[in-house]
């Protein structure tokens, strides 16, 4: 299992707590972005800098990534297409995406782009803060438990 980020649109904050979350795991982390983004100097996590162009990062961890991988990113067309892979997806702000919520997710994204393409303002995302953080740090731990465990009882 390898851990995947959309590392575009990945929080400070957020990277920090994947960084510990690699080296307490072992897991390889692997940040993709179409620039330089700086990582910690451990063997098992790297920075990949994929070219520049409209969801070239997307694009790369869809093709690269493999079933019962974990991807982080809040991008809900990547979500969906990753699901339909078997990967697993958590959101910057500790949202599991799921094949049991990611059609409704899907649905609303769609909805709001409309209504902003018609002009209505809908405010947008509020700002990430603790209590954002608290909720993806707690969301990464969970399936990190989860999968080291599952991992364990297939290895016995």
Do not use: H
């Not at 694009?59 to 979500?79: C, G, H, K, T």
Request: with cysteine; proline share 3%.
């Amino acid at each position: 299992m390898k851990i995947w980020v959309d590392a575009d649109a990945c929080p400070v904050a957020a990277r920090d707590i994947l960084y510990r979350a690699a080296r307490r795991t072992g897991l390889e982390l692997i940040m993709v972005a179409n620039r330089a983004v700086p990582v910690p100097p451990d063997a098992n996590i790297r920075s990949l800098q994929v070219s520049q162009g409209f969801d070239v990062a997307d694009n790369f961890i869809v093709e690269n990534s493999e079933a019962n991988d974990l991807v982080i990113s809040s991008d809900i067309p990547l979500a969906a297409e990753l699901i339909a892979k078997g990967a697993a997806v958590v959101s910057f702000r500790g949202e599991r995406y799921t094949a049991d919520n990611i059609k409704g997710r899907l649905n609303i994204r769609d909805f709001m782009e409309t209504m902003r393409a018609s002009g209505v303002q809908s405010g947008g995302q509020s700002a990430y803060g603790q209590r954002e953080k608290q909720e993806f740090a707690n969301q990464l731990d969970r399936y990190l438990a989860q999968a080291v465990a599952a991992k364990g009882r297939r290895s016995t």
